[in-house]
């Protein structure tokens, strides 16, 4: 597969490609590349195979903009260190509720055969934990880069998990209260 240009994956309403991205993620997250069909994520998404190819231009750089994690992590990473923990959790929130799914998660799918998915799993590592090593201060950066994707992770997972569940019910700012403070004692290193 040839690198193809990778634009954003932040939903735009009343066009059908937020259905079209999350019909994509667990298409491309669930089976191999080879057994993932234009004609298959365009019935999951409830849109026709051509505006796929119209948005999109292929499958392979639909593949490669369901692989982006970049503009997730922009938006996770926009705050400075002693505000993080709160603003990883409150922006895990949002972005749920803009995707209608996680923003993450896929990437727990993606442990199958080495194929395609690999790259699912190098670019979360490269865009996200990597990323995130590189702003942590102190000792130990880049095992508390991977514990903390590991708990939004498992936030992501949780609230899936637990649909509708007491997530459903506390206020964004309540789980963060809640959540954060564990990911704040890891962004510090304490």
């Known amino acids: 597969m040839t690198t193809a240009p990778v634009e954003s994956t932040a939903p735009e309403q ?30 999951d998404a409830g849109v026709s195979p051509s505006l796929i190819v119209k948005r999109f231009g292929s499958k392979e750089q639909l593949f490669h903009t369901v692989a982006d994690f970049q503009p997730v992590a922009d938006e996770l990473f926009a705050a400075p260190p002693a505000e993080l923990g709160r603003h ?15 923003p993450l998660l896929r990437v727990v799918f993606s442990l199958g055969r080495d194929d395609e998915r690999t790259l699912l799993r190098d670019r979360f590592r490269e865009q996200v ?23 939004l992770l498992g936030l992501g997972a949780t609230l899936s998990l637990h649909r509708p569940g007491a997530g459903h019910l506390a206020s964004a ?3 963060a209260d809640l959540y954060a403070p564990g990911l704040q004692r890891l962004i510090e290193g304490d």
């Open 14 to 43: 009343g066009t059908g490609r937020d259905a079209i991205l999350r019909a994509a993620r667990r298409a491309f997250a669930l089976r191999a590349y080879a057994e993932v069909t234009l004609r298959g994520i365009a019935a």
């Open 88 to 102: 990883l959790v409150l922006t895990m929130l949002r972005l749920r509720d803009e995707f209608r799914g996680d």
């Open 129 to 151: 934990t990597a990323r995130l090593s590189g702003l942590l201060p102190g000792p130990d950066a880049e095992l508390r880069a991977e514990l903390i994707a590991g708990q």
């Open 173 to 175: 700012e309540r789980v």
